[in-house]
T-cell receptor
Framework: DVKVTQSSRYLVKRTGEKVFLECVQDMDHENMFWYRQDPGLGLRLIYFSYDVKMKEKGDIPEGYSVSREKKERFSLILESASTNQTSMYLC???????????FGPGTRLTVL | AQSVTQPDIHITVSEGASLELRCNYSYGATPYLFWYVQSPGQGLQLLLKYFSGDTLVQGIKGFEAEFKRSQSSFNLRKPSVHWSDAAEYFCAVFIQGAQKLVFGQGTRLTINP
C-alpha cells in the first residue's frame, strides 16, 4: 500500500513565524503535491513537483514555497505565516504518467 | 476554464436510504473523473474513477458513479447508506495538459440514525 505521511497532524504557530510542513511517501513516486483545504472551497493546489529539485506553481502559490531535495520528501514552507494561512494542508503523491493521487492524513495549521 | 461543481454543500439522509451526490464538470477533452471520500480528521481516500469505457463504474464501500457526457455529470450513488458513510465527498477532474487534479467544493454527508 502507498503510504504518504505528514510530519504533524496539528500545528499552532504565531504570525510572522517561518513554518515547515513535511511530507514523505514510500512508494518511489515521481510526482508530489501540496493542497490546502478550506470549507466551501474544496482542495486548491499550492505547488507540485515532478522530480527532485523541480517545482511548479499551482493555483494559489502566493505566500508559500516548496523544497524537494529527495525524491521521497516534499516540504511546504510558509516564509512568514499569516492568519489567512490557517487551514488544513494535504500532501499527495502519484506515479509519473498516472493520474491517481494518494493522500496523506493532513496537517491542520492554526496561525495566531 | 476547467472546473468541478458540487451543487450540494451538505446533505442529510437516513440510514438505509439511497444516496446520490451530484457532480458537474467543465472540461474540453475527454475527462478523467474521480470521487474521493474524507472521513473526519483523515486524508482523502479514492472511492472510484472513470477513464473510459463503461459509463457506470463501481467503487469501494458499495458506491457507484455514472458518467453522462451529455450532461457533463459524474454523480455518485449508493443504494443504502450506513452510518459509517458520514464524511465529506469530493469530485475531481484530471487536467491532462497540466497533469493535475481540480476538485469540487465538497459535499458533507450526515447520516440520521
Amino acid at each position: 500500500d502507498v503510504k504518504v505521511t505528514q510530519s504533524s497532524r496539528y500545528l499552532v504557530k504565531r504570525t510572522g513565524e517561518k513554518v515547515f510542513l513535511e511530507c514523505v511517501q514510500d512508494m518511489d513516486h515521481e510526482n508530489m503535491f501540496w493542497y490546502r483545504q478550506d470549507p466551501g472551497l474544496g482542495l486548491r493546489l499550492i505547488y507540485f513537483s515532478y522530480d527532485v529539485k523541480m517545482k511548479e506553481k499551482g493555483d494559489i502559490p502566493e505566500g508559500y514555497s516548496v523544497s524537494r531535495e529527495k525524491k521521497e520528501r516534499f516540504s511546504l514552507i510558509l516564509e512568514s505565516a499569516s492568519t489567512n494561512q490557517t487551514s488544513m494542508y494535504l500532501c499527495a503523491s502519484s506515479m509519473a504518467g498516472t493520474n491517481e493521487q494518494f493522500f496523506g492524513p493532513g496537517t491542520r495549521l492554526t496561525v495566531l | 476554464a476547467q472546473s468541478v461543481t458540487q451543487p450540494d454543500i451538505h446533505i442529510t439522509v437516513s440510514e438505509g436510504a439511497s444516496l446520490e451526490l451530484r457532480c458537474n464538470y467543465s472540461y474540453g477533452a475527454t475527462p478523467y473523473l474521480f470521487w474521493y471520500v474524507q472521513s473526519p480528521g483523515q486524508g482523502l481516500q479514492l472511492l472510484l474513477k472513470y477513464f473510459s469505457g463503461d459509463t457506470l463504474v463501481q467503487g469501494i464501500k458499495g458506491f457507484e458513479a455514472e458518467f453522462k457526457r451529455s450532461q457533463s455529470s459524474f454523480n455518485l450513488r449508493k443504494p443504502s447508506v450506513h452510518w459509517s458513510d458520514a464524511a465529506e465527498y469530493f469530485c475531481a477532474v484530471f487536467i491532462q495538459g497540466a497533469q493535475k487534479l481540480v476538485f469540487g467544493q465538497g459535499t458533507r454527508l450526515t447520516i440520521n440514525p
